[in-house]
């Protein structure tokens, strides 16, 4: 019998290993905070029992990890097919730890877990391993929110309210919401911060500081310190809801003259940093496909809709809203084409440097014309440099040298040909690659990836996507807003050159929507003639010679 392969490792890395397994395995024996002694502490010590609770078991997940990493690639060779193989299999389980990490200890693991899940150059392990976290918070406790309403809005409920839900209609991980009737009448929804929110963010992320770099301590290729940044400096805006409700109203103003889009209106009067009172406007969720077959609405163009008021943000306004999942965005049955689009949670957004804007659109630009020169010459721009040569492979599927028309998926040799090209790269490359991306372009990539997944979940092509870039980005570039010359005939001769070029784009786009029509019409003439096929074969058919005979 063969023996069992031991792997020796370094004496100061099996300590450490030893020891905050140890450590974090002791706690996770009292998983269930109802085994410890909570309640007869005072609430400082609980805060702190807490703590150490979510820490050590957060260093043990990822030291286990860690090993788990070392021990099942050690002596494997990077190009071989079955380090690639062990490498996935290890993803996967390191994906379902981290998974249960994120349940366990709740409240900002639950949003890193989704911060994750919705970058879509991490492994797809984990990307569809943690997007099961979407739905995963529990509400609080309504002792402690009423708690937080009080001492924030400075009075008795009963003394705003004409009634108040205690049963939340939504929860999130750092808050949740409840049904209330002002006395004015006025239905409103009610976000509720939970409470000791900031104490948990800072402590939280000091461990996920703490933790990317022991991953890296023993991963050089593995750095993950850029994601911890961008994760903790959007959540710190999330958790103040004065800007929020700025942002929601800007949100509004921006899109006052699209009757496709409802912002609910802010109730000051009611509006902390830590509550915010909106209208109450009801629908369901944007991928409800039941709740859309009720109210009569073709998911796909739910999805067309939805996409083009994203791809407005990004290219026309350059404000971003950072989180579209399912959640955040509601299908209400009232609008001029039958349905409308109500965008909630306006906690995460990024103001785009106008020159970025710009510069994305110029790439949208450069991505129709497979113009790879000026796709290469705007990677440098963005500081990626040599990566920049995979932008059109990660925002339409082609590689920088396809010459196919946008929308179409590669030819088999250009499959050939990237796979050969793939092989080669290491973990080393896309850490370096994430790691150059400036905070910009970090945040429309984390948006357009969770727009793919809410357009694949209502059954639309991606097609709808690439076209409606396709069109805002030329609306980003119009004449009218890039007139900034002050010498007359430099400014008309921009303004021509910049109308030809749009011009040009806009046949581009005709030609696109008039391939996406043709087929359409061919999977109708498909399905007719199928059907048609049916029907004759369920009809008696007569032989030539007796029909001569009748």
């Known amino acids: 019998m063969m023996a069992k392969k031991i792997l020796k490792f370094p004496a100061k890395l099996r300590s450490t290993i030893y020891l905050l397994t140890a450590t974090g395995l002791t706690f996770h024996a009292t998983n269930n905070s109802d085994l410890l002694p909570f309640p007869l502490f005072p609430e400082k010590i609980r805060a702190g029992i807490d703590g150490v609770v979510r820490s050590s078991r957060a260093i043990s997940t990822i030291a286990v990890t860690v090993a788990d990493y070392k021990y099942s690639l050690h002596g494997l060779s990077i190009s071989s097919e079955d380090y690639l193989h062990k490498l996935s299999e290890v993803h996967l389980r390191s994906a379902k730890r981290i998974l249960k990490l994120c349940e366990a200890n709740r409240g900002f693991y ?11 150059q991490v492994p797809k392990e984990y990307s569809l391993t943690l997007s099961s976290l979407q739905d995963q918070a529990v509400p609080c406790d309504f002792k402690s929110i009423k708690e937080v309403l009080m001492n924030n809005l400075g009075q008795d409920l009963s003394a705003i309210f004409l009634s108040f839900d205690e049963q939340p209609i939504a929860a999130a991980s750092i808050a949740q919401v409840h049904h209330a009737i002002l006395r004015d009448h006025q239905e409103v929804a009610i976000k509720v911060q939970y409470p000791e929110l900031e104490r948990k963010l800072r402590l939280d992320t000091r461990i996920m500081s703490f933790l990317s770099k022991s991953v890296t ?3 050089p290729e593995y750095r993950f310190e850029w994601l911890v940044l961008e994760f903790a400096g959007t959540i710190s805006l999330e958790i103040d809801f004065i800007q929020e409700a700025r942002n929601s109203e800007k949100t509004a103003e921006n899109f006052k003259n699209n009757k496709m889009v409802q912002v609910p209106r802010v109730f000051w009067d009611f509006t902390t940093s830590h509550i915010l009172t909106m209208e109450f406007c009801s629908g369901g969720k944007v991928d409800d496909l039941d709740f859309l077959k009720k109210i009569k609405v073709n998911p796909v163009k739910v999805a067309k809709a939805l996409v083009e008021v994203f791809a407005e943000m990004i290219f026309v306004h350059g404000f971003v ?8 965005i509601l299908v209400s049955p009232e609008g001029q084409d039958g349905f409308s689009l ?11 440097d106008e020159a970025f804007r710009v510069d994305y659109c110029q790439l949208w630009k450069a991505l129709i014309l497979l113009d790879s020169d000026k796709i290469q010459h705007l990677g440098e721009q963005f500081g990626i440099g040599k990566y920049s040569r995979y932008l059109p492979l990660i925002f339409t599927g082609r590689t920088i040298d396809s010459k196919s028309i946008l929308g ?5 040799e250009e499959k050939k040909k990237l796979k050969q090209e793939l092989v080669s790269l290491k973990m080393e490359d896309i850490s370096s690659f994430m790691e150059s991306l400036p905070p910009n372009f970090l945040a429309v990539m984390r948006t357009d990836g969770l727009l793919r997944s809410l357009i694949s979940k209502l ?3 991606q097609r709808i996507r690439l076209i409606a870039y396709a069109k805002y980005a030329l609306y980003g570039l119009s004449p009218k807003s890039n007139l900034n010359s002050d010498f007359v005939v430099e400014a008309v001769f921009y303004r021509f050159k910049t109308t030809v070029s749009y011009l040009q784009l806009r046949i581009i786009l005709v030609v696109l929507e008039i391939l996406s029509w043709m087929k359409k019409v061919k999977q109708f003439l498909h399905v007719l003639q199928r059907e048609i096929s049916g029907t004759a074969k369920s009809v008696p058919t007569l032989s030539l010679s007796s029909t001569i005979q009748y």
């Open 408 to 412: 179409t998926g590669m030819s088999a």
């Open 459 to 461: 059954g639309a092509p």
């Open 110 to 120: 639950i949003k890193a877990g989704q911060f994750v899940a919705a970058i879509r």
């Open 321 to 328: 809203h950072g989180d579209p999942h399912a959640g955040n």
């Open 342 to 352: 109500v965008i909630l949670d306006h906690g995460i957004y990024k103001t785009l």
């Open 217 to 219: 301590w023993f991963f």
